[in-house]
């Protein structure tokens, strides 16, 4: 049994690297690849970018839909979107404060929050169905639509970010190979994930959905992670908080893809807290963006310790 839990640990993190670097090089090659071809880095900054950051959560939660790991795929996004703010932005604000700017507060904070609330309203009968994953997909679609819109009004400020964030190579089959070789890795990185962690919560005696929340939601969050570490060394603030709220909405509009191909069914328990606990961390952000128009150094602490509380209780 011991030897079966190292060997299956070893598999994961295994995994967790494919994963990581597959992520990595999707994101670059297919940006690269944009940015040659003229696309505007804004708009590959809140396509490409912002859907490559999820592609993760995306491939781990197709592969354990055709294994019919429901609660892996349910614990993931859940999971993923708590980390976002409690693990990742807690320890952004740590390293740097993060300055908000009103139309987050206005618009993509409330969207958020709205589409998390409707996806619990959804899962009410503990089944997401193909019409709901449609719903929640063209919710999706619309708000990448209207970020898009909203992001050319300010072309030169923004456009200075995100060119920042895309640099060029013009080098075709250079991007090319990378968006290949990107998606063969987070292919073989999310199989070897799934697999290893079904193994490894038959061996502890767990459900697939404590080990979808904790250990696999923040492997696959390890792309928001780095993004945003790296934004806060640099001050970027803007990319911090826009990954993590767009992170969180493309997580969202991943389960209503999953379901769109497969109804998702999911466990009550999950209903009565997970998604309750993720609802709240998100209001939580209201008050703290509204206070000066940042999130402070103490406030990110905040988080950071509801996070790890959130860890403690589950366990």
């Not at 570490?229 to 992170?247: F, Q, T």
């Not at 009550?268 to 402070?296: D, N, R, V, Y």
Request: contains cysteine; hydrophobic residues 55%.
């Amino acid at each position: 049994m011991e030897k079966q839990i190292l060997y299956s640990l070893a598999v994961f993190i295994f995994g967790l690297i494919f994963l990581y670097l597959g992520g990595v090089g999707l994101v670059k090659g297919s940006s690269r690849l944009a940015r040659a071809m003229g696309i505007n880095p804004v708009l590959i900054g809140l396509t490409i970018v912002a859907f490559g950051t999820s592609a993760p959560e995306l491939v781990v939660s197709i592969i354990a839909a055709f294994k019919g790991s429901n609660d892996l795929i349910m614990g993931n996004i859940l999971g993923s979107n708590i980390a976002n703010i409690g693990l990742i932005l807690g320890i952004s604000a740590l390293i740097y404060p993060i300055s908000i700017k009103l139309t987050l507060i206005k618009v993509e904070l409330p969207f958020m929050i709205s589409i998390s609330i409707l996806l619990l309203l959804l899962s009410q009968n503990l089944i997401i169905e193909h019409f709901e994953g449609a719903i929640l997909f063209i919710l999706l679609i619309s708000m990448i639509i209207y970020s898009c819109y909203d992001a050319f009004k300010e072309p030169k400020e923004i456009e200075k970010e995100f060119s920042e964030l895309v640099q060029v190579d013009r080098s075709y089959y250079k991007n090319i190979l990378y968006i290949v070789f990107g998606i063969i890795g987070l292919s073989i990185g999310a199989k070897l994930l799934v697999d290893s962690a079904i193994s490894i919560a038959q061996s502890l005696g767990v459900s697939q959905a404590l080990i979808g929340i904790t250990a696999v939601a923040i492997g696959t969050s390890l792309p928001e992670l780095t993004t945003s570490v790296i934004a806060a060394l640099k001050r970027e603030s803007g990319i911090i908080i826009g990954n993590i709220i767009g992170s969180n909405i493309f997580n969202i509009g991943i389960l209503g893809i999953i379901s769109v191909l497969k109804p998702i069914e999911m466990k009550q328990h999950l209903l009565e807290f997970e998604f309750c606990i993720m609802i709240l961390f998100s209001i939580i952000l209201l008050p703290i963006m509204k206070t000066g128009f940042k999130i402070a150094k103490t406030e990110g602490l905040l988080l950071l310790l509801f996070y790890l509380m959130f860890l403690r209780f589950i366990f």
